[in-house]
């Protein structure tokens, strides 16, 4: 896709947001394996909903011919500083030795804390909440146990969620504060994009064998190609992991999901075939992370 072909089919929106040179630089750094259709549509989200890609408050990921664009926690904070009557959140984390107690309010029948203090040693993260203030408005009150989101420390981003937990917990519970109060709503888009009904293959190295070192050498070819054949395995019982972990535990539901994708294997499927699977189950594993950040509703 030249820049040529983009300047052509850009929207009013797009013209009107982003410079054409400031355009390149969103496609050349931000979106470099978007292809014309999903680069238009992402620039035109960022576009018409004010975000500025370049402080990560939207995102273009792209898995093999699967790419999605998703709306940041940053997202949600910029546009509620637009709406009237703004004021920051307060987003606390709560620790295993702090004194921490939520009540209901008896008028507006809502949880909120009413006692958080700290001492130290504070210990483990247990928790967290975040209250959204607006003038004119009711405070609204998150609160989470660290058990609702035990699923983001093993997920696609776990190793952010284990190295920097309190920002990543705390955003997540901003977020859904902020989207209650503010009414604030992005709608996360997945394309799929039909590449010869085949999912990406995954390409390994492999050593050449030097034709003078024939003799030696055999051993080793027959060592790779044992490695090979003892990959397989595990990647069945990753693929079927992480079948589970999207609730899909019958053979007749793996075999809609491989045809809702268009996922073609061969019998027996091949290494790169099942490393190219689990690099999709990965995606949408990671697309329910997501979607779960965005939901509304919280656990009673």
Request: aromatic residues 8%.
């Amino acid at each position: 896709m030249t820049n040529n072909q983009i300047q052509a089919h850009v929207t009013p929106e797009i013209q009107e947001a982003f410079k054409p040179e400031v355009l390149d630089v969103i496609k050349n750094s931000i979106a470099p394996t978007a292809n014309e259709k999903e680069f238009l549509l992402f620039a035109h989200k960022a576009a018409s909903y004010g975000l500025d890609p370049f402080k990560n408050e939207i995102f273009f990921i792209k898995y093999g011919s699967t790419a999605r664009i998703q709306f940041a926690a940053e997202a949600y904070l910029s546009k509620a500083r637009e709406k009237d009557g703004f004021q920051p959140p307060d987003t606390q984390m709560v620790h295993e030795n702090d004194e921490f107690q939520i009540a209901k309010n008896k008028d507006t029948k809502e949880m909120e804390v009413v006692k958080h203090e700290i001492g130290f040693p504070r210990g483990k993260i247990i928790g967290a909440y975040s209250i959204a203030y607006r003038d004119g408005y009711r405070p609204v009150t998150v609160i989470m146990d660290i058990d609702e989101i035990s699923h983001m420390f093993t997920g696609q981003n776990k190793d952010n969620w284990n190295k920097w937990t309190q920002d990543m917990f705390g955003k997540h519970v901003q977020q859904r504060a902020l989207k209650k109060q503010y009414g604030l709503e992005f709608d996360d888009e997945t394309i799929t994009n039909d590449q010869g009904d085949q999912i990406p293959e995954y390409k390994r190295e492999r050593k050449d064998i030097t034709p003078n070192q024939e003799t030696l050498d055999a051993p080793k070819e027959q060592a790779v190609e044992e490695e090979k054949e003892d990959k397989i395995p595990e990647l069945r019982r990753e693929n079927l992991n992480k079948f589970k972990q999207l609730g899909i535990t019958t053979n007749a539901k793996i075999n809609k999901y491989l045809e809702d994708n268009k996922v073609k294997m061969s019998d027996p499927a091949t290494e790169s075939e099942l490393i190219g699977l689990n690099e999709l189950l990965d995606m949408h594993l990671e697309m329910n992370e997501a979607q779960a950040a965005d939901d509304d509703e919280l656990p009673e």
